[in-house]
């Protein structure tokens, strides 16, 4: 073989190779950020559900969980589209986040859910753009009088 045929067969394998590894690096990216995401929201989730058992009344315990769930501004983000507060049934409180249910579904505990939308940053057609992650996280209640 001489040399200008290594040489093109060279540049042929390196475009085909590129070829199958360049979607194969977006996909791991996409996976990546999935699982960054979900972390964030099971991280937000906990955080909210700790501060609002360290309140000792309802009121107080949405406040604080409130403040809590501002810290993530979405909109900076670009990819973490929406943050969302559930009930225990797992519906959305009508604009509300930072809702708990403080000691009533599960009594002397506190449940946080959350539900985060995330935009992938490489969509493949065959897949969805967007995903959801839901969190509950339920804590006792350490602020409130033994019964």
Do not use: W
Request: aromatic share 4%; hydrophobic share 45%.
């Amino acid at each position: 073989m001489g040399t200008r045929t290594r040489a093109g067969q060279s540049v042929v394998e390196m475009v085909a190779g590129t070829m199958v590894v360049i979607p194969i690096i977006l996909f791991l990216l996409d996976i990546g950020t999935l699982i960054v995401a979900n972390y964030i929201n099971d991280d937000l989730c906990t955080r909210a559900a700790r501060a609002a058992a360290n309140q000792s009344t309802a009121d107080e315990a949405k406040a604080s969980a409130q403040r809590v769930l501002q810290k993530l501004d979405t909109s900076k983000t670009g990819i973490l589209t929406d943050l969302k507060s559930l009930d225990a049934a797992g519906k959305t409180p009508a604009g509300e986040l930072g809702f708990v249910d403080y000691d009533n579904v599960n009594p002397g505990h506190i449940v946080a859910a959350t539900r985060i939308s995330v935009k992938l940053p490489v969509p493949f057609p065959f897949l969805p753009q967007t995903a959801d992650f839901t969190s509950r996280s339920v804590l006792p209640i350490v602020a409130q009088k033994a019964r």
